[in-house]
């Protein structure tokens, strides 16, 4: 069963390294002339910026990037000028939606002393070469003569999209290193690094961009993120960017960057609450060093709630964490039958809305509603798979529709409701069936199963678009037609993704055979009350019943049951009409259940009622 992990409280400073390096910067008194940080957010084009060179063959796309739009196959070059000190640090982030080779690649000038590169000195790095071993290319170039003086990893850039954010530092002395992060890593890694001191120059510099390319590629480059800075010593705390769930005595901690393995080492360094466990062992993945398992000795169990407590581990910058970081996880449950049921249909929706059902857990269960699907029984239209990543809480709700919009847009949602977008099987508008199942492997378990009709709908509505039906009673059963109603229009006609209007707790059982859970009702489709419930328990199986309304006078008025075979407990219930669906005058009326049993036994109970109005 897959596991869950999600941050419940992590007090410390929130700050991109972005905006970190500008405020250093600042603070050191470095000039920010020749050195610069570029995020391509500006809405100003980019011949106005401080970009120069082939500027016509780029452009500034709706992401936020910088992005080659050129006409026709070649090679452009942008630059800007730079100064850049002793110490430097290059950060940028490129994209190339193709697998690279020679005749379509990318080159980086860290820096430049002119642009004729037929004259020039500086260094560049490139990325592309024919077949599979694309990798980062570190190059010297003097007086217009270049040469590869070191290489990266083979292959790391052979895939498409051929994208990372890549890194460059140089300090005073000539050690150069080169580091790269994927998109879906934390951490940079070092690829490789070198000494190299030929080109000393570094005043009047010039940072350039350089794609090569054909004509199928000639929008096909993407750079962000490009900043050129002295570096800034790392004071930053580690954060915890990610908790991961191995198995029930496992989890993995996934951290912004490599930590003091010293610290780390520590179980006391770590907490598992309310159990108050500590790991007895902790092991780290040499591949990805800002990663460790925590190992414990007793097992998680399903659906319970544990917070994870970590405090005092530091980076290998000697930074400490400020203040304990918590998180909560928890394993999910596989659901059985009715741990989850269909709480509410919308199946005739207004025009241009569509259609949703609702799903309710009230069981003590966590439940991964992931991959259970929806099916319309009477129908030959496909059934649908949930997508969505979500765990149901005990007690939660939650309504799915292909069309999560139209939803909010008709009814009034509070913030509590839960509405996620789904694709349904088509339902028609006068019956049909909900059914959820889960499945596994290649069996198909049944969880909740509704058949619906119109005719179940309150019988007074003469337009009942827009109008979903809702359960009464979470613990009555989905096939009793009594135990469904339509939403109150006092609550907009439907209530998707939280507390039905029509919903009522079960009643505690009384001493009789039947009893009312509320004496007052009032049909007035307000959701306080609508219908008149009749409960009832009985001994044992195969009682017959007949329950009729009489009116104070003694008119019969209508006929709830007749020579039905009841179960040992259930509800029936009046929606204060007439048998011909007429209305009635506000007053008393009077149940009379008549009951016998194969056995001979027979019983017979009044109850009283009062049908109420508005003032």
Same mark, same amino acid.
């Given at each position: 069963?897959?596991?869950?992990f999600?941050l ?6 929130n700050?991109?390294k ?12 470095i ?6 940080n570029d995020?391509?957010?500006q809405?100003v084009? &980019?011949s ?7 500027? /016509? ?6 992401s936020?990037?910088?992005?080659l739009k050129?006409p ?10 730079t ?13 190339m ?12 000038y ?37 040469l ?16 990372a ?17 994927k ?30 390319y ?7 480059f ?6 050129v ?6 004071q930053?705390?580690?954060?915890? &960017?990610?908790?991961?769930l191995?198995?029930?005595t ?22 598992v ?5 500590q ?13 460790m398992?925590l ?5 998680f169990?399903?659906?319970k ?6 405090h ?10 400020p203040?304990?970081?918590r ?5 999910p449950?596989?659901?059985?039958? /009715?741990?989850?049921?269909?709480? =509410?249909?919308l199946?005739?929706?207004?025009t241009d809305?569509?259609?949703f ?19 319309n ?21 939650i ?11 008709f ?12 694709a349904?099987p088509?339902?028609?508008n006068?019956q ?11 069996i ?9 009709? =119109?005719?179940?709908?309150f ?8 109008i ?6 979470a ?5 009793n037609?009594?135990?469904? /109603?339509?939403?109150s229009?006092v ?15 079960e009643?505690i059982t ?8 509320e ?8 959701g ?6 009749v409960?009832?328990?009985?001994p ?33 219930v009046?929606?204060?009409l ?9 007053g ?19 109850l ?8």
């Open positions: 069963m897959e596991s869950n999600f419940t409280l992590q007090k410390k400073m700050m991109t972005k905006t970190l390096i500008s405020i250093m910067l600042l603070l050191v008194g000039p920010l002339s020749g050195q610069f995020d391509f957010n809405i084009p &980019l106005q910026t401080a970009w120069k060179g082939d500027i /016509q063959d780029f452009v500034l796309n709706d936020g990037q910088l992005q050129a026709e196959a070649g090679s452009s070059l942008i630059y800007r000028k100064n850049l000190p002793d110490s430097v640090e290059w950060n940028f982030f490129f994209s939606d193709f697998s690279p080779s020679n005749n379509n690649k990318l080159r980086i860290l820096q430049l002393d002119t642009l004729d590169l037929a004259m020039a000195s500086g260094y560049f790095i490139e990325i592309g070469e024919n077949g599979s071993e694309d990798k980062i290319k570190f190059a010297r170039i003097v007086n217009g003569t270049a590869t003086i070191a290489e990266g990893t083979p292959g790391v850039f052979s895939s498409e999209p051929s994208e954010y890549i890194r460059v530092t140089r300090n005073a002395q000539g050690l150069w290193k080169v580091y790269f992060r998109l879906e890593e934390a951490i940079y890694e070092l690829d490789f690094e070198l000494f190299d001191s030929t080109v000393k120059r570094y005043f009047d510099q010039n940072f350039a961009i350089e794609c090569i054909t004509s199928t590629r000639t929008s096909h993407f750079f962000d993120d490009i900043s800075s002295e570096p800034v010593p790392d930053k705390p580690p954060i915890l &960017l990610e908790g991961k191995l198995s029930h496992s989890l993995e901690l996934v951290f912004d960057e490599i930590l003091d393995k010293t610290s780390v080492s520590k179980p006391e360094h770590y907490q609450e309310p159990d108050f466990q790991p007895v062992e902790i092991s780290f993945n040499p591949f990805r060093p800002n990663r398992t190992h414990f000795a007793h097992p169990i399903n659906s709630l544990y917070t994870l407590s970590v005092g581990l530091s980076d290998l910058g000697g930074n400490t964490l203040e304990p970081i998180y909560g996880f928890y394993f449950e596989k659901p059985g039958y /009715q741990d989850i049921i269909i709480n =509410e249909i199946f005739d929706p207004y809305g569509e259609d059902i609702e799903i309710y857990n009230p069981s003590s269960k966590i439940i991964p509603l992931k991959g259970l699907i929806i099916k029984s009477m129908s030959t239209s496909l059934p649908q798979k949930i997508s969505q990543e979500y765990d149901l809480f005990p007690g939660k709700y309504a799915i529709s292909p069309d999560t919009h139209t939803i909010r847009q009814y009034p949602l509070p913030d509590s409701a839960h509405v996620v977008f789904n349904l088509s339902f028609n006068d049909g069936n909900v059914s959820v199942y889960l499945q596994d492997g290649a198909l378990s049944l969880l909740d199963s509704v058949d619906y009709h =119109e005719d179940m709908h019988s007074l509505i003469e337009n009942r678009e827009g979903s039906l809702e359960r009464i009673y613990t009555e059963p989905g096939y037609k009594a135990n469904w /109603q339509s939403a229009s609550f907009g006609n439907a209530t998707p993704g939280y507390r039905n209007s029509q919903f009522r707790l009643s009384q001493d009789t055979l039947f009893w009312l859970e004496a007052v009702f009032s049909p007035d489709q307000d306080y009350f609508d219908n008149l419930v409960q009832y328990q009985l044992e199986d195969g009682w017959v019943g007949t329950l009729e309304v009489f009116s104070i006078s003694g008119q019969q008025i209508r006929t709830l049951v007749n020579n039905k075979l009841l179960g040992t407990k259930g509800i029936l009046w929606d204060g007439t048998e011909d669906g007429g209305l009635l005058p506000v008393p009326y009077i149940i009379l259940a008549h009951l016998f049993h194969p056995s001979g036994k027979t019983a017979r109970q009044k009283v009622c009062l049908l109420a109005g508005k003032l």
